[in-house]
């Protein structure tokens, strides 16, 4: 399987292949480290931008798109061109795209930790990001590690709903 790392900067989307065969990682070579759209506000540029993605996608045999999702509020929140940027990839009907929030990611490298330093793989800094979102993807494609993130948050918030009706149960 083949997947697309992305990581959204404004502007830019910082990319990342990563392929597993039989259990092992490869970094395929990539034309590409990093596509800009100039003018998010045109519609054309938007138009191409995806049209860009959409060649490398065919180009490469890509599988499946995975964007590292950016907090829509808050301190780190993500720009509203960020935002343009991810719809835009969302849209391309090549491969399925998926979105991967932080905690995800987190869960699935405590689970599965990178077997090679990041320095080691070739790859660029500002590719760092956009590398770990596939190397999760790709560790985990199923999801498990979300779901059992999601039953313990579940398990967790019960188990407060139960103390707050005893502590109510005894006033």
Known sequence: MRVLG???????????????????????????????????DKSSDLQYFQKSVAKLIEDYKIDQIVIRERMRKGKFAGSAEGFKLEAVLQLIHQCEVVLMNSATQSAIAKKFPMTI???ETGLKKFQQQAFEVAYAQLSDPTGRVEQARQYEIAKRKERREERREEETDED
């Open 6 to 40: 992305v990581e959204i900067a404004s502007k830019d989307i910082n990319i990342a292949l990563l392929e597993t065969q039989n259990g092992m990682f490869y970094l395929p070579e990539c034309r590409a480290r990093k596509l800009t759209c100039h003018n998010v």
């Open 117 to 119: 330093p990041f320095a």
